[in-house]
C-alpha cells in the first residue's frame, strides 16, 4: 500500500482532474486528494503541509499563473519540500519536455492517458 496519505492534483482542466481524481479513488480509497488549478495555489496550499514525506504532488506542466516547471522549481528551493516526490504529466510525449521536468526536479513524469484505463494505471504507478 502506498505511504502517502494526501496527494496534490494541481491541473486547470476539470475533466483531467475528474478522471485522475475516480482513477486514484479506484486504485486506493484511503488517499486524500487535494485539487488545485495552478501551481501557484498549489504552493499557497501545501504550505500547510505537516508530513511532506507523506505526501505526493502531482501536477500538469502547463497551467496558468504559474505552470508545471516554474512550480516545481519553485517547492525544490525549499528546504521543507525539497524531498517531497513529484510527478508532473502532459499531454506531450515530447522526449525533450520530460527532460526539462527531470531538470527542474521531478521524480517522474507520464504523458497524459487518453483512456480512464491509462488514468488508472499511472495512479497504480503512483499509489500503490
Same mark, same amino acid.
Do not use: C, W
Given at each position: 500500500?502506498?505511504?502517502?496519505?494526501? *496527494?496534490? /492534483?494541481?491541473?486547470?482542466? !476539470?475533466?483531467?482532474?475528474? $478522471?485522475?481524481?475516480?482513477?486514484?479513488?479506484? %486504485? #486506493?480509497?484511503?488517499?486524500?486528494?487535494?485539487?488545485?488549478?495552478?501551481?501557484?495555489?498549489?504552493?499557497?496550499?501545501?504550505?500547510?503541509?505537516?508530513?511532506?514525506?507523506?505526501?505526493? *504532488?502531482? /501536477?500538469?506542466?502547463?497551467? !496558468?499563473?504559474?505552470?508545471? $516547471?516554474?512550480?516545481?522549481?519553485?517547492?525544490? %528551493? #525549499?528546504?521543507?519540500?525539497?524531498?517531497?516526490?513529484?510527478?508532473?504529466?502532459?499531454?506531450?510525449?515530447?522526449?525533450?519536455?520530460?527532460?526539462?521536468?527531470?531538470?527542474?526536479?521531478?521524480?517522474?513524469?507520464?504523458?497524459?492517458?487518453?483512456?480512464?484505463?491509462?488514468?488508472?494505471?499511472?495512479?497504480?504507478?503512483?499509489?500503490?
Amino acid at each position: 500500500m502506498s505511504s502517502y496519505k494526501t *496527494i496534490y /492534483l494541481a491541473d486547470d482542466d !476539470p475533466d483531467d482532474r475528474f $478522471l485522475i481524481m475516480e482513477a486514484i479513488r479506484e %486504485t #486506493n480509497k484511503k488517499v486524500n486528494v487535494v485539487e488545485v488549478t495552478n501551481g501557484l495555489e498549489l504552493l499557497n496550499t501545501i504550505q500547510q503541509l505537516t508530513d511532506p514525506s507523506q505526501a505526493l *504532488i502531482l /501536477l500538469d506542466m502547463n497551467m !496558468p499563473l504559474m505552470n508545471g $516547471l516554474e512550480a516545481i522549481v519553485a517547492i525544490r %528551493t #525549499n528546504p521543507i519540500f525539497s524531498d517531497i516526490h513529484a510527478t508532473m504529466m502532459s499531454t506531450s510525449s515530447d522526449p525533450s519536455l520530460a527532460e526539462r521536468a527531470f531538470k527542474a526536479g521531478v521524480n517522474s513524469y507520464f504523458t497524459k492517458p487518453d483512456t480512464f484505463e491509462g488514468f488508472v494505471s499511472m495512479a497504480q504507478q503512483l499509489v500503490v
